[in-house]
Every structure is written in C-alpha cells, then in structure tokens.
T-cell receptor, first 114, second 109 residues
C-alpha cells in the first residue's frame, strides 16, 4: 500500500469554527508532514513529525495545531482561522532514515475560510 | 538556506515539439525529485535522481542530474496535451526538503 489518504477532501469553515484535517498512511513511514499550498505556488512546509514527535515547526501561527496520535495518523487542528488561510493542505510521509527521502503526498484537503 | 529555481515559470508549447525545463539549486544535495501536479490535485512523483549523471525516462519525459553544476533537467519529447500540468523539482539535503518555483506547462494542439 503506497497511499496517503486525507479527509475531508473539501472543507468550508467560518472564522470562529474549530475543525480538524486527518491524514493516514500504512507504509510504515516514520516521518509525516503538513504543507500549505496556495494557487500556482509550491508547497510550503508547515510541520514535520519524526517518530511521532514534532521535529520542525516552520513558524506556523498557533491557530494551526498538529497532532500525531500514532505512527500512521497525523491530524491538523484548526481554530479561529483567517480567510488568507484558505489553501490546499497537503499531507506527506517518508521513510524514517533522514527526511531528504522521497515524500509521498496525499490528495489534499481544499480549505476555504469564510 | 538552499534556493531552488526553475525556468521557465510558464511554458506554452505545441504538440509534437520538444522542450526542456531547468532546475538549478544553490548548494550540495543528496537527492533530486521531480513531481507533477494537475490543477487542484496533489503531487505525483515522477522521478527520483540519486547521483551525479543519473538519467531516468518514463514515456515522453526524461530527467537528468548534474550535481557538479547543481542542475537537473526535465526533457519533454514530442509533447502531447496530457502533459499539461505544473512540474516541480524538489531538492533534499540533510534535514531539509526544498521545492522549486514550479513550471506551468500548457501543450496546445
């Protein structure tokens, strides 16, 4: 199984809502990532988890809160977002040994903040 | 910080023609990746290049890596409409993974 799954595919939320994005992989990968991608731009790294521990936080605002409950699952909790947070949110995973390894991307969640 | 530049940013080419996309990066890299992204979709892995002189081909696409020049190329042969997409190179080094700016390719009949 070489698939990374993400739910939901689309999410519309108001600025006062709380919602969560979910990402799952069953490839035995020990590194997982969240990226944010605006239209016609490359993905921007948000968070990296290595062995279920947060190893990189690229100065992301606290209204984004990642969680890695186990080695297969990665969540991104959203609260009090702004319209400029509307974007495609991509989850990826890679093997454990150094994260310059190839990353496998999920289908993404298209988020719209109203 | 490692910088990854692609050119051109936009490419419109006729079906049947050949063209090359360039990916330059600013420091030593362990590995180089090419991804394809269709509008509104996720990134699809095309090639993984692991060493100097590596060349990989899949259908009408061929990727190469020159680590001494810090340059990778993605060559398109006899383009077809289905190749229309955005192509990203990404460079991995140590604990970092950097995406290029992307090349938006449109193949016109």
């Amino acid at each position: 199984d070489t698939e990374v799954t993400q739910t939901p595919k689309h999410l519309v939320m108001g600025m006062t809502n709380k919602k969560s994005l979910k990402c799952e992989q069953h490839m035995g990968h020990r590194a997982m990532y969240w990226y944010k991608q605006k239209a016609k731009k490359p993905p921007e790294l948000m968070f990296v988890y290595s062995y279920e521990k947060l190893s990189i936080n690229e100065s992301v605002p606290s209204r984004f809160s990642p969680e890695c409950p186990n080695s297969s699952l990665l969540n991104l909790h959203l609260h009090a977002l702004q319209p400029e947070d509307s974007a495609l949110y991509l989850c990826a995973s890679s093997q454990e040994t150094g994260w310059a390894r190839e990353q496998y991307f999920g289908p993404g969640t298209r988020l719209t903040v109203t | 910080e490692l910088k990854v530049e692609q050119n051109p940013l936009f490419l419109s080419m006729q079906e049947g023609k050949n063209y090359t996309i360039y990916c330059n990066y600013s420091t030593t890299s362990d590995r180089l990746y090419w991804y394809r992204q269709d509008p509104g979709k996720s990134l699809e892995s095309l090639f993984v290049l692991l060493s100097n002189g590596a060349v990989k081909q899949e259908g009408r696409l061929m990727a190469s890596l020159d680590t001494k020049a810090r340059l990778s190329t993605l060559h398109i042969t006899a383009a077809v409409h289905d190749l229309s997409a955005t192509y990203f190179c990404a460079v991995g080094t140590g604990n970092q993974f950097y995406f290029g700016t992307g090349t938006s390719l449109t193949v016109i009949p």
